[in-house]
């Protein structure tokens, strides 16, 4: 069975940093692009970042490009979202999600995602 699994998340304070981890069972990451996505109240999923399954390419949003860095580890078959110089707007649910071909910022070109795990920025 394929699942994913987020944790990382939390309260943190404006400027402070985070990591995220997207752990997999059932199915090997390195042969899936795996992306990182986002959803505030009332706001639609946004693509954050993805790393593909072939020569691990990683991919930003403009909105998080310098701050965020998505990396993997095939070890421990997980995948990990940095995030940096966190402000209030980067608060939000965060899901990891996999696709068996290449990256995308859409949401629903993923068929296999978490539960989510919640980011708050907030002094």
């Known amino acids: 069975q394929v699942q994913l699994v987020e944790s990382g998340g939390g309260l943190v304070q404006p400027g402070g940093s985070l990591r995220l981890s997207c752990a997999a069972s059932?199915?090997?990451?390195?042969?899936?692009?795996i992306g990182w996505f986002r959803q505030a109240p009332g706001k639609e999923r946004e693509g954050v970042s993805c790393i593909t399954r072939s020569d691990g390419s990683t991919y930003y949003a403009d909105s998080v490009k310098g701050r965020f860095t998505i990396s993997r580890d095939n070890a421990k078959n997980t995948v990990y979202l940095q995030m940096n110089s966190l402000k209030p707007e980067d608060t939000a649910v965060y899901y990891c999600?996999?696709?068996?071909?290449?990256?995308?910022?859409?949401?629903?070109?993923?068929?296999?995602w978490g539960q989510g795990t919640q980011v708050t920025v907030s002094s």
């Open positions: 059932g199915f090997t990451l390195t042969y899936y692009a």
């Open positions: 999600a996999a696709r068996s071909l290449l990256c995308s910022p859409t949401a629903a070109d993923f068929g296999s």
